[in-house]
């Protein structure tokens, strides 16, 4: 699982010219789920968004999370961040399938939800074509990926290289 987690003073989410969320201050956090995505790494990657220390307590900088601060936080269903190049074109092939993916987003912001204040989490339309507007604080974009998310595919080839190597 993949979020970007950026500090926002505003950001919305349009689809088809109509406002469907928006937030004051806080966190923009976009996610991408993979098709090897469990319920561990759900519990990740809330567990470090929510505790992101990412926000000044007036003379010191870095020191308090959106929770601590009483920030709202918006949740934006991205595949895209599970994109592998190949040439010059995305694809998509890690990225878990819609239907699947739909109800593991509902339990990533359930999870949000139970973690911190639910009126304070907010989410996009899940597989509508979005406009996200955001406006940076800082500006500060931190990557976060789970990691439980270490691929099968790679284990195997990490175990292959060992085998190689001896």
Known sequence: MRAVVQRVTKASVEVDGRVV??????LCVLVGISRNDTAQDVEYIVRKV???????NGDKR????????????????QFTLQAVLK???PD???????????????EFLAKM???????????????AYMQV????DGPVTIE???????????KKDSARKEETLS
């Open 21 to 26: 969320n928006s937030i004051g201050k806080g």
């Open 50 to 56: 929510l505790n992101l220390r990412v926000f000044d």
């Open 62 to 77: 870095w020191s308090k999370s959106v929770t601590e601060c009483g920030y709202e936080v918006l949740c934006v269903s």
């Open 87 to 89: 040439g010059n074109k």
């Open 92 to 106: 998509f092939h890690l990225a878990m399938g819609s239907e699947e993916s739909k109800p593991f987003y509902e």
């Open 113 to 127: 939800r139970k973690s911190y204040e639910a009126e304070k989490i907010k989410d996009g339309a899940f597989g």
């Open 133 to 136: 507007h955001i406006q940076n």
């Open 144 to 154: 976060l990926e789970s990691p439980a998310s270490i691929k099968p595919d790679k």
